[in-house]
C-alpha cells in the first residue's frame, strides 16, 4: 500500500497522522484552509462545502459539492480535491488573486454579509457552474426563466437553485445569492477546472490505513470486501457517509474497522433490462437521477425532495436501506414499485423482496458479512404514481410521513395499488389493507374516499416531536385523496 494522500488545490496532501474518523472539514482546516467552516456538523448548513472529483455522468469528470464534515478524509485517499481557497487564481508574487466568477458574482451583487456561509456557497455554486449539461436559455425561452418571473428555482443560465438547497445563510437573505447563481456565464475554454472535466477523474485505490488502533479499508473488488467481512464481521461499511458522519461528530462513535464500499465498481452499475431496472447499491443518488433521467417517474418525484443536493451527491440506496430507518424516504418509493434487493456475502448472492427485507426497528434480514449489491425494480412501471413527503421544511427535512402510491387504473378501474408507507411503524411498510381496498374498486370518489379511512388506520403512528399520532393519521388519508383529486381521469395507457 503506497502512503495515504489528498490533491488539494492541486497539490499532494499526506493524510497521516490524522485519525481514520477524522473528518475532511477538519484534514482541510488544520492545514491552514479555514475557509472551509463547521456549521451543524449534519450536513444541513452547507458551510462545509467542497468540489471532488468524481466520474461524470455527460463528461468523464464532474465536479460534485459535498459536506466535508460528513466524510473521513482518508476515504478521499487518491482523490482530487477543490476547496474554496483553490477556486481563484493566483498571480504574480505580491498581487491578489484573480477571483473565480462564482465568487466575483457573489461579491459585486451583496451575496455575503458576515461571511461565514459564503466559502460553502461559492462550492456549491461552482459545482452547479461546472455541470456539463447546464446551459442558458434561449432568447425565447428566457423571458420565462428570468430572476422576476415565477420560475424562482431556474436562472436564464440554465442554473438549478436546487443545486444550493444544502447551504444555508442566516444573515445576507437569499436574493442576492440567487441572483449571483442567476449571473454567472459559462466557463472559459482557459478555465483549468472545466479543462479538467474532460479528463477521467482518479482511479479508486485500495487503501489500508491505520491509526490508534483504528483502520479503515477500502478493497479494490466486491470479492476481496465479502472476505475481509467475513473476516471482520464487526466492520462498520460506509458508503457516502451521511449516517456515519454524523454519528462520528455528535455521539462520538469511534469504530475499531471501517470498510468503504463507495468505489467498488460492481456496486456502481445501472442496468435497465426488459424485465427490470438494477441499481448499484453505491451509485450516489444524484448519479441515479441523472442516469435514469426519468425513466422511473416515482423516483424522479423522490429525488428533489430527498435532503439536499449536497447530501444526494454522496448519500447511495444502499446506504438508506442498509441504516433500516423507518424514516428513510427512499423505502416507501422502492416499496411502491416492489422493489427486491440483491444481498451479496463470500459465499453467493440471495435476491429479497423490499416487503420481506425489514424486520424490525433499524433491523433487517440482512446477516453478518452481507451487502447490498443491488436494487432491483421490475418493469414494466405502474402508469399512475405519485410520493408524498409531510414535512416541515419544503427541502432538507426528515419526513414526518412519507408515502409512495403506484397504480394500475384500467377502463377506470384500479387493477392494482401498492402503497409504501414511512414515519408511521417500526419499520417501512406497505398498506396492505388500503391496496385491497383499492384494487378491483372504480377509481371514483366513494372509493377513494372509503380507502382513504381505511389507510387513516394503517401502521402505528406515535407522537414525537416532528408530529403527533393523529396528525399522521390524518396525513396518510389526505394524501389519497390528494392523489385522486390530481388523477381524477387516470386511465392505463
Known amino acids: ?10 497539490k499532494e496532501t499526506p493524510i497521516s497522522p490524522a485519525a481514520p474518523h477524522t473528518t475532511v472539514l477538519d484534514f482541510l482546516r488544520e492545514r491552514g484552509l479555514t475557509g472551509t467552516k463547521e456549521g451543524c456538523a449534519e450536513g444541513e448548513c452547507g458551510a462545509c462545502s467542497v468540489l471532488v472529483a468524481r466520474p461524470g455522468v455527460n ?107 444544502g447551504n444555508l445563510c442566516r444573515c445576507t437573505g437569499y436574493r442576492p445569492i440567487r441572483d449571483a447563481a442567476f449571473a454567472v456565464g459559462e466557463p472559459t475554454d482557459e478555465d483549468p477546472l472545466a479543462q479538467r472535466r474532460e ?4 482511479a479508486p485505490v485500495a487503501t489500508e490505513y491505520t491509526q490508534d488502533d483504528s483502520t479503515f479499508l477500502r478493497k479494490e473488488t466486491l470479492t476481496e470486501t465479502l472476505e475481509l467481512l467475513r473476516e471482520r464481521p464487526d466492520a462498520v461499511v460506509v458508503a457516502g457517509s451521511t449516517d456515519y458522519g454524523v454519528e462520528v ?47 422511473v417517474p416515482l423516483l424522479a418525484e423522490l429525488f428533489p425532495q430527498f435532503a439536499s443536493r449536497l447530501i444526494r451527491n454522496s448519500g447511495t440506496l444502499g446506504g438508506n436501506l442498509g441504516t433500516g430507518s423507518p424514516i428513510g424516504d427512499s423505502p416507501p418509493v422502492l416499496l411502491a414499485l416492489e422493489a427486491s434487493l440483491v444481498l451479496a456475502d463470500a459465499d453467493g448472492e440471495r435476491v429479497v423482496p423490499l416487503a420481506e427485507y ?14 447490498i449489491r443491488a436494487v432491483r425494480i421490475p418493469l414494466p412501471l405502474s402508469p399512475v404514481s405519485a410520493f408524498h413527503k409531510i414535512a416541515k421544511r419544503r427541502f432538507d427535512d426528515i419526513s414526518s410521513v412519507a408515502v409512495a ?46 380507502a382513504a379511512r381505511v389507510l387513516r388506520g394503517e401502521g402505528t403512528p406515535m407522537d414525537d416531536h416532528r408530529a403527533s399520532s393523529l396528525y399522521r393519521s390524518a396525513m396518510l388519508g389526505q394524501s389519497l385523496l390528494k392523489l385522486h383529486a390530481q388523477n381524477t381521469e387516470a386511465v392505463s395507457s
Request: hydrophobic share 35%; aromatic share 4%; proline share 7%.
Open 1 to 10: 500500500m503506497t502512503e495515504a494522500r489528498i490533491t488539494v488545490n492541486g
Open 59 to 165: 463528461k468523464p469528470t464532474d465536479w460534485v459539492a459535498v459536506n466535508a464534515c460528513l466524510v473521513p478524509a482518508v476515504a478521499l485517499d487518491g482523490q482530487e480535491v477543490i476547496t474554496s481557497e483553490g477556486l481563484a487564481t493566483v498571480g504574480e508574487p505580491g498581487t491578489p488573486p484573480t477571483l473565480h466568477p462564482v465568487q466575483e458574482e457573489m461579491a459585486v451583487r451583496g451575496g455575503s454579509q458576515c461571511g461565514y456561509c459564503t466559502p460553502g456557497f461559492v462550492c456549491s455554486m461552482a459545482s452547479e457552474y461546472y455541470r456539463p449539461d447546464r446551459c442558458a436559455h434561449t432568447d425565447s425561452d428566457s423571458q420565462s426563466h428570468s430572476a422576476d418571473s415565477t420560475d424562482h428555482e431556474h436562472g436564464p443560465n440554465g442554473f438549478d437553485l436546487h443545486a444550493l438547497s
Open 405 to 450: 402510491f403506484a397504480l394500475d387504473i384500467e377502463d377506470g378501474i384500479v387493477r392494482k395499488a401498492r402503497i409504501g408507507l414511512g414515519g408511521v411503524a417500526a419499520t417501512p411498510i406497505r398498506a396492505l389493507a388500503t391496496e385491497v381496498a383499492l384494487e378491483g374498486k372504480p377509481w371514483s370518489a366513494e372509493t377513494v374516499e372509503a
Open 199 to 202: 479528463q477521467a477523474p482518479p
Open 249 to 295: 461528530n455528535i455521539r462520538s462513535r469511534r469504530e475499531g474497522c471501517v470498510v468503504a464500499i463507495d468505489r467498488l465498481p460492481e456496486l456502481r452499475e445501472l442496468r435497465v433490462e426488459p424485465d427490470h431496472i438494477e441499481i448499484g447499491a453505491a451509485l450516489t443518488l444524484t448519479e441515479i437521477e441523472r442516469r435514469l433521467d426519468g425513466q
Open 358 to 371: 425489514f424486520t424490525g426497528y433499524r433491523q433487517s434480514v440482512r446477516r453478518p458479512g452481507e451487502l
